[in-house]
Structure formats: C-alpha cells, structure tokens
C-alpha cells in the first residue's frame, strides 16, 4: 500500500531532464496541472482505503456527499449577515409602530372613528342616500378628525411627561422612547395636515369642527398662563363634554347634511338623543379618566374631582350617571313609533345597563390595574352606544 500511496507522486527527474529547457509560460501551467492531478489521486486513494478499511463504515459516495454538505453549509453562512439585517430592520419597524400605537392613544381614535361614521348614519333618509358620495363624505370627516385627535392627545403627553412618568409610565414620551423633539414633530405635522384636509375639503362645518377641537384640546393641556384647564375638574370636564357631546353629533352631521348631502339644516329627534346621552357619557369619561391617575394628579397639584372627593365617590358617580343615561335611552325607545327600534334599542340599552352594574360590583378600589381596566370598559360601552345610536328612529 505505501508503495501505491508513494507511486502516485510524481519523481521530480521525470519532469525535467538535464540539458532540457522550456520557456517558463509553457512548463509552469503544466508542472501545476501535473501536481493538482496527482494531488487529487492521492485524496481519493486514501478516502479509498478508509472507506473500504473500516467494515461497517460509509461508502465513498456518502464520503463525498458529506463534503459536499460541508461546502456547500459554508457558502449559506456567508448569506447570513443579510438575513440578521433584515431581522433587524424588521424588528426596528415593529417597535416603531408600537411606540406610534401607543403615543395615539388607540382608545380614543376608536372612539372618535366610530362616532363620526354613526352621526354620519344619522343624515341618511333613504337606502339610495349609502353611495360612493357617502363614504366620501365620511372618509374625509373621519381622516381630518383622527389627525386632530393625535394632535390633541399628542399635546397632551408632551404636557405631561413628569405626571406620565407616574401614571403611565409605559407611554413613548414617558418612557424616553420618543424625544421632546420627536414628539412635537409628530403634533405639529398632524395638526397641520388635519387643518389642510377640512381646507381643501371645503366643508365648513367640518372646519369649524376641527377649529374649535384645537382651541379646546390646546386649552386643555398647554402649560402657560390662563390656560392647562385640566387643572381645574369642571373646566376640564366642559372640554370633553363640548368636543365629545356637541361637537362630534352637531358639527359632523351638519358636514353630512349640507356639505355632502346639499340639504337644509335639520335637527332630528335621533341627534337631539344622540346630543343628549352622548352628553352624560363625555361627563362620565372626564370624572372617571381622572380615577387611576390620582397619585400623580395630587403630587404635580391637578385638583381633579378625583383628587378632591376620592376615588370610590367619583367612581360610582360616574356609574350612576351611566346608569341614568341608560334608563333615559330605554324611555325614548319605548316611545319610538317603530317596533324594531323600540326592541332593539330596548334591549340593547337595558343589557349594557346590568352589564355595566355587576362589572363595577367587582372592582377593586386598591388595584390600580382592576380600576384601569374598568375605565377602558366604559370605552367599550361608548363604542357599544355608537352602534345602537343610528337605530334610534
């Protein structure tokens, strides 16, 4: 065998004979050629003996396979550097939107979708009135009214970065994941897209609307002097009460009725409800906003009522208040001349009335996150209410 493994290298006086003599450009491709041949004689001469030595062992073709494996698993490594960016990006992305999600406040850009898109129901009188003119119409009401709302509640977290850092720490601007500067980029930009939208749009009604929801929410929140309203609980209590009852049923019906529709105004008995109840509802969602955030609204001096009157009291006046508001639905309800009004806004309001009475037995007053979970549960009822409004008749 040796003498096999020792004949397969070349004898170097085979290759160049003395007095013999060729020009370096031709012997030299030759003399590498000859020694990668016999290189490559030697590897599979040994792979031979292994393979055939070892009884039991792989054979030869398995042999080469798994070299073919190895180089081939070497040449993916080198593509995965790509790949990890691409992770990377992917998940930098990700974060990006979460921070976004949370900074807009999704509950109340809920809100404030929904309610547009059921007052907008309220201006239609007949089933040809649901056309591309329609959603048009909603469209551009629902888009202009969500920039201002992030500007609103935008303003609002940028007022508030020591008080958040208490009361919702996980917040972008609390947190640190988004800088002053970011945040106010962010306000500014669709404070200003939300005013060039009700511009273009040419809806008056609609302009008004977003003009009056920037002076009040501005007033509301910006710290400088005759203003930040929300330190004083009735004051802030009447922003959210003229934004949320008045100005989302009136304003955006009227954009519907005259802007969209060419119609005289009109005051109908489900916006004069609508107007009404949705004006108890803002009141309970101001009063009770207020509730989880006492302990930083009493360090930094926000005399909520909250703060003044105390946790349980406020809480189960909201409560009541609901509940009133529940009780007046069911009466117009009874008193509509339509059948299938009356029994499914009936039924409708007297459920979530039991609904909303065994859900607020079970809070528990010393745990911060039972009554936050509470208060996003009147959110889902005032969504619930927005659903049942366009069927009052």
Same mark, same amino acid.
């Given at each position: ?80 550097? %790509? ?6 990006? *992917?998940?930098? =992305?990700?974060? +990006? $939107?979460? #921070?976004?999600?949370?900074? &807009?406040? %999704? ?6 979708? *929904?309610?547009? =898109?059921?007052? +907008? $129901?309220? #201006?239609?009188?007949?089933? &040809? ?265």
């Amino acid at each position: 065998m040796n003498s096999l493994l020792l004949g397969s290298f070349p004898n170097k006086a085979s290759l160049v004979t003395p007095g013999s003599y060729a020009p370096p450009t031709a012997s030299w491709p030759k003399r590498k050629i000859k020694k990668e041949y016999n290189f490559l004689r030697f590897k599979q001469s040994s792979l031979v003996f292994r393979c055939e030595g070892i009884e039991g062992g792989p054979t030869c073709q398995e042999c080469n396979r798994k070299h073919i494996v190895k180089a081939t698993s070497g040449q993916s490594f080198e593509s995965e550097p %790509p790949a990890f960016d691409s992770k990377r990006i *992917l998940t930098s =992305v990700k974060n +990006s $939107l979460d #921070a976004f999600y949370r900074f &807009s406040r %999704p509950h109340t850009v809920i809100g404030t979708a *929904l309610s547009i =898109v059921s007052v +907008s $129901l309220l #201006a239609v009188q007949k089933s &040809s009135d649901i056309s591309p003119l329609f959603f048009t119409g909603v469209l551009e009401a629902v888009v202009a009214a969500l920039f201002m709302n992030i500007y609103i509640v935008g303003l609002n977290q940028l007022s508030d970065i020591e008080i958040d850092k208490i009361n919702k720490p996980y917040l972008p601007l609390a947190s640190g994941e988004y800088s002053i500067g970011t945040g106010v980029t962010i306000v500014a930009s669709f404070s200003l897209l939300s005013f060039w939208l009700g511009w273009i749009v040419g809806s008056w009604p609609l302009f008004w609307a977003l003009f009056i929801s920037f002076v009040l929410g501005t007033a509301y929140s910006i710290d400088v002097p005759l203003l930040r309203w929300k330190r004083f609980a009735v004051l802030a209590a009447m922003c959210i009460l003229a934004v949320r009852a008045v100005i989302v049923q009136l304003a955006f019906f009227l954009h519907m009725q005259t802007h969209v529709y060419k119609r005289p105004v009109v005051f109908s008995r489900p916006l004069i409800f609508a107007t009404a109840f949705m004006s108890f509802f803002s009141v309970v969602i101001a009063l009770f906003k207020d509730i989880p955030d006492i302990e930083g609204d009493r360090i930094f001096g926000i005399q909520s009522f909250s703060v003044r009157l105390g946790q349980q009291r406020v809480f189960w006046i909201c409560v009541s208040l609901l509940e009133v508001a529940y009780g007046v639905a069911l009466m117009v309800g009874a008193a509509s001349p339509c059948l299938w009004s009356k029994i499914i806004t009936g039924v409708g309001h007297a459920a979530m009335a039991l609904i909303l009475w065994f859900r607020a037995k079970s809070v528990d007053f010393k745990n911060k996150a039972s009554i936050t979970s509470f208060y996003m549960f009147i959110w889902k009822l005032f969504y619930a209410e927005y659903l049942l409004i366009p069927l009052v008749r």
